[in-house]
């Protein structure tokens, strides 16, 4: 147990779908994270929450969404995906944005047919 | 671009000792991490390198040679359990995300 939970753990949606990943921490950090993570590539930051406002955008497609409302809280906001955004999409949190230690969920491991 | 290098696969005997490098060539330095991930879980967190040397952390050792862009994760008296993914991961500077290699996935056989 990491301290950061993840729902759904698995999820399969259509192409032209509306779905929502969640993320919350129980760590009182104030930095959170979206990664993505497909086979045999390394991990890909796509979204960084420093006390809830959005510091980075790792120039992920508008069809991913995120949402920060509280140090605590992650959602990822998912519409008209395509086949290749299939993957593992892990949150993560740290104390800091430049804190060295990041804690992870299990992650949503994600199908879109 | 950032570059980190790790070995894709690699297999070990139960008891005995394994050595997973990551090479790294990247614009900034700030520290190295190793991360473990079991199939299905989150990464956890093993080390942190800063300095020059090794860190021993029970059966786990990891190593860091900055002038050379190389460290390594050093496991000890192998078990079962440690069949894993091994992230190795950069901190380019101070307020900077990791930069994460692809992972080596370790497995370890009777």
């Known amino acids: 147990e990491t301290g950061v939970t993840q729902t759904p753990r698995h999820l399969v949606m259509g192409m032209t779908n509306k779905k929502s990943l969640k993320c919350e921490q129980h760590l009182g950090h104030n930095a959170m994270y979206w990664y993505k993570q497909s086979a045999k590539k390394p991990l890909e930051l796509m979204f960084v929450?420093?006390?809830?406002?959005?510091?980075e955008n790792n120039s992920v497609p508008s069809r991913f969404s995120p949402e920060c409302p509280n140090s605590s809280h992650l959602f990822l906001h998912l519409h008209t995906l395509q086949p290749e955004d299939s993957a593992l999409y892990l949150c993560?949190?740290?104390?800091?944005?430049?804190?060295?230690?990041?804690?992870f969920g299990s992650g949503t491991q994600l199908s879109v047919l | 671009g950032q570059n980190i290098d790790q070995p894709t696969e690699m297999t070990a005997t139960e008891g005995a000792i394994v050595q997973i490098n990551c090479t790294y060539q990247t614009s900034g330095f700030n520290g190295l991490f190793w991360y473990q991930q079991h199939a299905g879980e989150a990464p956890t967190f093993l080390s942190y390198?800063?300095?020059?040397g090794l860190e021993e952390k029970g059966r786990f050792s990891s190593f860091l040679s900055r002038s050379k862009g190389y460290s390594y994760l050093l496991l000890k008296e192998l078990q079962m359990k440690d069949s894993a993914s091994y992230l190795c991961?950069?901190?380019?500077?101070?307020?900077?995300?990791?930069?994460f290699g692809k992972g080596t996935r370790l497995s370890v056989i009777a």
């Open positions: 993560a949190s740290s104390r800091t944005v430049d804190n060295e230690k990041l804690f």
């Open positions: 929450y420093n006390f809830k406002e959005q510091t």
């Open positions: 991961a950069v901190r380019l500077s101070g307020n900077t995300p990791l930069v």
């Open positions: 390198n800063v300095l020059d």
